[in-house]
């Protein structure tokens, strides 16, 4: 069976410091590979989604990158993290049929002070 | 741009009634569209995928409808346990860009009262 991880489950990080979160997803082999943001009080926004090694797309303008370095990692990263980028970051997997489910890991909760 | 929204936003019923959450779309040209129950703090678990082809999923006490001409699903919980409490989310694939990226509505916070 399919199991997706995310690490570090919570993170506390001050203004201006770089971060690193990490996806892995297990048991399936050329996912569609999602990063969101779930803010307080805002609903859940995609930041990036991949469909392969090295293949992103971003959303929206900021100052969150993401990576594929192999077929089942992805990772969220920021050189200098700004107040707010504190929220709650779901990483997601989805087979490649149009109709597959998408499956999310349990998450990490990130407060930038 | 596809809109979802999902009413109402909260809702406290006491345990062993039965209940609907609604949600609609905007646009009725999706491939499927999916319920997640979210615990706080925690990920969300996919409870049921309705192909754009059926009108109706089960899962236990759990039943969602889809009426894609409408642009309107939705989960019906029967005989409510206050283990159901929770934020009940639907969401469905972008038509156009973001690799059937899922685009969410804001939930319906359920409180189920002992």
């Known amino acids: 069976s399919q199991t997706i991880h995310q690490w570090p489950a919570t993170l506390v990080q001050p203004v201006g410091s770089p971060l690193s979160l990490e996806c892995t997803v297990e048991?399936?082999?050329?996912?569609?590979l999602y990063w969101y943001r779930q803010a307080a009080g805002r609903g859940l926004q995609l930041l990036f989604y991949?469909?392969?090694?090295?293949?992103i797309s971003s959303e929206v303008p900021q100052n969150l990158s993401a990576s594929r370095p192999q077929d089942r990692q992805f990772i969220l990263s920021s050189k200098k993290l700004l107040l707010s980028d504190s929220g709650f970051y779901l990483c997601a997997w989805r087979g490649t049929s149009d109709h597959n489910e998408q499956f999310f890991g349990p998450g990490t909760r990130l407060t930038v002070l | 741009k596809q809109e979802v929204t999902q009413i109402p936003a909260a809702l406290s019923v006491p345990e062993g009634e039965n209940l609907v959450l609604n949600c609609s779309f905007t646009?009725?040209?999706?491939?499927?569209l999916q319920w997640f129950r979210q615990d706080p703090g925690k990920g969300l678990t996919s409870l049921l995928l309705?192909?754009?082809?059926?009108r109706e999923q089960t899962s236990g006490r759990l039943n969602a409808s889809l009426d894609k001409s409408s642009g309107r699903s939705t989960l019906y919980i029967a005989a409510s346990q206050p283990g159901d409490s929770a934020t009940y989310l639907c969401?469905?694939?972008?038509?156009?860009?973001?690799?059937?990226?899922?685009?969410f509505g804001s939930g319906t916070r359920l409180q189920v009262q002992p």
């Open positions: 646009d009725s040209a999706i491939y499927n």
């Open positions: 991949s469909v392969g090694i090295g293949q």
């Open positions: 309705i192909q754009s082809s059926q």
């Open positions: 048991g399936t082999s050329n996912p569609n």
């Open positions: 969401a469905v694939p972008r038509s156009a860009t973001g690799r059937r990226a899922l685009t």
